[in-house]
Nanobody, 115 residues
Framework: QVRLVESGGGLVQAGGSLRLSCAAS????????MGWYRQAPGKQRELVAD???????NYADSVKGRFTISRDNAENTVYLQMNSLKPEDTAVYYC?????????WGQGTQVTVSS
């Protein structure tokens, strides 16, 4: 079993920054990708960013140039640095892990950006 624990969400004013962290533990063998998704009220869950082997990254167009995803392989931890936050970034952010043991999700952390 794999467990993902997220932290770092909160309330911030527009233009501010937050850093999300997600630590994976448990029966982790090979990790294909780790990433962040978000879901705003009344909307579908969407990919924000992910990072794959060789540190290949992928970002949603809406966050390019503002968010940065990174990973500590030794600690099985993924980070999302969010700068220049906008009210439309308000959502529950979920950590994801895709690996040889399957696909897993964190419990989610709320990010609220006030205008």
């Amino acid at each position: 079993q794999v467990r993902l624990v997220e932290s770092g969400g909160g309330l911030v004013q527009a233009g501010g920054s937050l850093r999300l962290s997600c630590a994976a533990s448990g029966s982790i063998f090979s990790i294909f990708a780790m990433g962040w998704y978000r879901q705003a009220p009344g909307k579908q869950r969407e990919l924000v960013a992910d990072i794959r082997s060789g540190d290949r990254t992928n970002y949603a167009d809406s966050v390019k140039g503002r968010f940065t995803i990174s990973r500590d392989n030794a600690e099985n931890t993924v980070y999302l640095q969010m700068n220049s936050l906008k009210p439309e970034d308000t959502a529950v952010y979920y950590c994801s892990l895709s690996g040889s043991a399957g696909d897993y999700w964190g419990q989610g952390t709320q990010v609220t950006v006030s205008s």
